[in-house]
């Protein structure tokens, strides 16, 4: 276990649950209650900005993208020539100047890292998972990245090109993977469901059709 | 060519490094956890953080035995403290006057 | 504002020791890829991570490098790659 987000803190942190507390537990509490009394920003400002970040999820942004990226040609070449703006033309606000859609396609398989911290595109997909942040993750991907691959159950064939994209400038990445075989005919809607958080980080493939 | 020949930018600079297998079990946020994470937005959003980069910086400056040995949002809590800090909206004597107490009220609740 | 480079040149990332904070990880400096794709310019973070200006904003190029080049023990496909952005200034021709 590495020393990082997976530390067990499960400190509820409640007036009513005081527990023992890290130093930097208090040192971001403290900061906490000194920036609110100094009016950097209110406690509902505060509030709203934790709702707005908790807001975000897969089903509702980036699996719809992905899923009308698979329906509609005119909008996967509008997500290839700018995928911001694309994506902002179904009411989703990417959050980023420039992201990049990354097309899995027969001889490509797609992959996201972030080795120097934790960048990733939020507001598309909400909170990165531990596992992305942790060191394991960071520091194998780029080296053995079918092997990391393979312990998500993603076996990738021989023949398909691994491409690792380190994300560590101001680009957001997002993985459009492959459309699971025998969906033809299936609503935006239908589709959305067998995206996944982790295929469009690229570590996974689409649901297959038959779990849906 | 291996890596290992050019030196480490910083103690976040591991790739390629060994490491073990990838723990892909799910981490439920603590309140705190979700403070620090939106305070770093809010920095942002009042001018108080310039640029993310002051953010990386701070967590970088932590050093590698401070890096390696802090949680994920233990470092974000020191780096957004740092980052205030150093933008001089807060000083290390008020945030310790008032972790101190925080610590205090939480032992005597 | 004028690229220094274009997609399909082959350059070298930077190889040089900078004491600032910087984001060109140790893995790819001094390493050989292509430019595959010019992106919207950004302040440098050399100067950002201090408060100062970080400008002028500098193109940032996404180059692929080859897996084999990057790490000589690598274990997967000799066609397997990897792409990273990198700022104008950190990048030479070839």
């Known amino acids: 276990m590495t020393h990082d987000h997976t530390t067990p803190h499960r400190h509820p942190n409640q007036p009513d649950h005081p527990e023992p507390s890290s130093s930097y537990e208090l040192l971001g509490v403290a900061l906490n209650e000194l920036l609110i009394e100094k009016g950097i920003y209110s406690a509902d400002e505060l509030r709203t900005q934790i709702e707005e970040i908790e807001s975000v999820n897969v089903d509702s942004h980036g699996a719809q993208i992905v899923a009308k990226a698979w329906l509609d040609e005119d909008f996967l070449t509008a997500l290839r020539a700018d995928a911001a703006d694309a994506i902002r033309s179904l009411g989703i606000d990417p959050g980023y100047t420039e992201i990049m859609a990354l097309e899995n396609t027969p001889e490509v398989h797609n992959v996201v890292v972030c080795t120097l911290c934790s960048c990733y595109p939020r507001w598309l997909l909400g909170r990165p998972p531990a596992w992305y942040k942790s060191k394991a993750y960071r520091a194998r991907v780029v080296r053995e990245p079918r092997a990391v691959l393979a312990e998500f159950g993603n076996d990738i064939a021989t023949d398909v090109q691994v491409r690792v994209h380190d994300s560590n400038a101001e680009l957001r990445y997002v993985v459009i993977p492959l459309r699971p075989k025998g969906t033809e005919g299936w609503t935006q809607a239908q589709l959305a469901r067998l995206v996944t958080r982790d295929s469009m980080i690229g570590v996974t493939q689409a649901k297959a059709a038959t779990a849906s | ?109 | 504002m004028s690229a220094r480079f274009e997609v399909g040149q082959s350059v070298r990332i930077g190889d040089r020791t900078e004491p600032r904070h910087h984001r060109v990880p140790a893995y790819v400096k001094g390493r050989e890829g292509i430019v595959v794709c010019l992106c919207h310019p950004q302040g440098l973070p050399e100067e950002l991570a201090y408060r100062e200006s970080g400008e002028p904003k500098q193109t940032i190029y996404r180059v692929r490098v080859s897996q084999p080049h990057l790490w000589s023990s690598y274990q997967g496909e000799a066609h397997d790659n990897l792409e990273i952005e990198i700022h104008e200034s950190w990048l030479d021709p070839l």
């Open chain 2, 1 to 109: 060519m291996t890596s290992g020949e050019t030196p480490r930018i910083g103690p976040h600079d591991f790739a390629g490094l060994d490491a073990g297998p990838v723990d892909t079990s799910q981490h439920d946020l603590a309140q705190w956890e979700r403070v620090v994470d939106a305070i770093i937005y809010l920095l942002g959003k009042k001018g108080v953080m310039k640029d993310v980069a002051e953010f990386r910086r701070h967590i970088e400056d932590l050093g590698p035995d401070v890096y390696e040995r802090l949680s994920y949002y233990e470092r974000w809590a020191a780096s957004a403290a740092a980052t205030c800090v150093e933008a001089g909206v807060v000083t290390r004597e008020e945030l310790d006057a008032r972790a101190a107490e925080i610590a205090k009220r939480s032992e005597a609740s």
